[in-house]
């Protein structure tokens, strides 16, 4: 058995290892930007596909933007709250004999060129605002067209892709195509992009300025969904609809605008975990005999039931909403790993394939080994392949236990399992991280700030069961739409030591 950690104060010099500076940040309510902001300490990685690979002239005619990877920005989203987006039934009526090759799924006619997209983005969501008195006025033509050009959306892209380590990809980047994807898809995309080259002190700031189309936006993408889910065509034509939505609660969260948050929060969040449940998404698994683009559909399904519910776990944990995707849903399969959903090709996904172990993971399953009672040696979990991801998932499906402890009052005694869980994931931790090999480390991407999610769940959970539990506000389990609460209980156990920022 792990030896447990100190459930009171990390161990001298143990915070900075823990993450708690970026904790710290990301959970205090005054700042801004913070999440843009640790971006900059990260590297970069690139991936091929149809938008992310342009020559400098498109097969249109379109002027193209050649964007040189060296000069991108170096920045990216929280992995607080990792989502991405993707293109579902990209292959519906397409040829078989040109793997890989993208239908034509979005229902425009006159956007055959990312300018004339563009256009017509702002035509509807200009339109949008009009027959919506509440946002009269919030919308400005001049504003949204200065900042999404053709060469600046291109460089969101890209930059969106080359941090696609920092958040699991759920954006299949080599099929993806920006000249493809449903209008409220491209727009998340490129505010996503756009929030990725955050660039302090200089100006104009692309994330600054994308933010100022947040409140348009969201109810845009939204109002798209619905219309989807009325016309009743099915998960295949809802799903790039979905992740769009995703998309932007995850940005909508981010903000520190109150009014912002409770609107993603308790209205959107809802609504995108109703589509997921009524279309079983958290059930899906992939089969041996599977083709391409058979896989992608699937693998898409899944990486949007998996990770609309860590953001739902997340919200639970830093805002005390109940959580409302429960973890007996989670009886599909775990997306697939970063090796077979990075293939370029049809040949390379066979060929990866064929080279790598698949696994079946079930987030349920792996839950009930971490807390069950006959838990002898890691061993058993280790060789099912458990990665640092797979790791990072179970940290945010023990978040909503934790709660949910807490909300129903259950005896002291309920907590032990969890007390023991968790010094069992800090043992697969440190084995797993003591088995990759340094130069992989700094790929760790949303996982990396795991140990300091555990550590945090671990204070949570002690804390509960005292009677000094009541002089914060975060243990009355009020629902909030701001980190005020969490950061308040944060920074009193980190009252004592301050770590490097």
């Known amino acids: 058995m792990a030896e447990p950690v100190d459930s009171k104060k990390p161990a001298s010099g143990r915070g900075a290892d823990l993450g708690l500076p970026f904790l710290l940040r990301n959970l205090d309510s005054t700042t801004e930007f913070e999440n843009e902001r640790d971006a900059a300490r990260q590297p970069e990685s690139s991936v091929g596909g149809p938008s992310t690979r342009m020559s400098p002239e498109s097969s249109t005619g379109e002027r193209m933007a050649f964007v040189d990877p060296a000069l991108l920005l170096s920045n990216y989203i929280d992995p607080f709250l990792d989502t991405y987006l993707t293109l579902d039934d990209a292959y519906d009526g397409f040829d078989p004999g040109a793997p890989g090759a993208p239908g034509s799924p979005a229902p425009f006619m006159s956007g055959d060129t990312l300018e004339g997209r563009l256009d017509l983005l702002c035509q509807e969501l200009e339109i949008y605002s009009l027959r919506k008195p509440k946002f009269s006025g919030s919308f400005q033509r001049e504003s949204f067209q200065s900042l999404f050009t053709s060469e600046n959306v291109r460089r969101f892209v890209v930059a969106f892709s080359r941090k696609r380590h920092y958040q699991l990809p759920i954006i299949h980047w080599p099929t993806f195509d920006i000249l493809k994807a449903p209008l409220p898809l491209l727009l998340s995309v490129a505010i996503m992009g756009a929030a990725y080259s955050h660039t302090p002190g200089v100006e ?46 995850g940005l909508g969260t981010w903000v520190k605008d109150q009014e912002t948050r409770r609107t993603f929060l308790s209205k959107y969040r809802p609504k995108l975990i109703r589509v997921i449940r009524d279309h079983q998404l958290p059930q899906i698994g992939h089969e041996d005999d599977e083709s391409w683009p058979s896989f992608i559909r699937k693998e898409l399904k899944i990486r949007l039931a998996s990770w609309t519910f860590y953001i739902d776990c997340l919200a639970t944990m830093s805002t005390n909403h109940p959580p409302l995707l429960l973890l007996s849903e989670m009886r599909g399969q775990s997306p697939c790993s970063a090796r077979i959903w990075d293939a370029e090709t049809e040949e390379d996904f066979h060929k990866r394939k064929a080279d790598t172990v698949m696994n079946s993971h079930c987030l349920v399953d792996q839950m009930s080994e971490l807390m069950g009672d006959d838990w002898a040696e890691p061993q058993h979990l280790m060789c099912s392949q458990l990665s640092p991801y797979h790791l990072h998932a179970m940290s945010c499906a023990l978040m909503p236990v934790i709660f949910n402890l807490h909300a129903s009052r259950f005896p002291d005694s309920h907590s032990a399992a969890v007390f023991r869980a968790l010094d069992r994931w800090d043992l697969l931790w440190a084995i797993e991280i003591k088995q990759m090999p340094e130069d992989q480390r700094k790929w760790l991407g949303v996982a990396r700030n795991s140990p300091g999610l555990v550590w945090l769940s671990r204070q949570i959970l002690k804390a509960g069961q005292t009677s000094e539990a009541k002089k914060w506000r975060y243990f009355q389990r009020i629902p909030s739409y701001t980190t005020a609460d969490v950061f308040e209980f944060v920074r009193s156990l980190d009252s004592e030591q301050s770590y490097p920022v």
């Open 204 to 249: 104009p700031d692309p994330a600054v300025q994308a933010r100022a189309i947040h409140t348009i936006s969201g109810p845009y993408i939204f109002s798209k969904l619905q219309e989807q889910i009325d016309s009743d065509s099915g998960i295949d034509n809802l799903l790039e609809y979905c992740q769009a939505a995703l998309l932007m609660i």
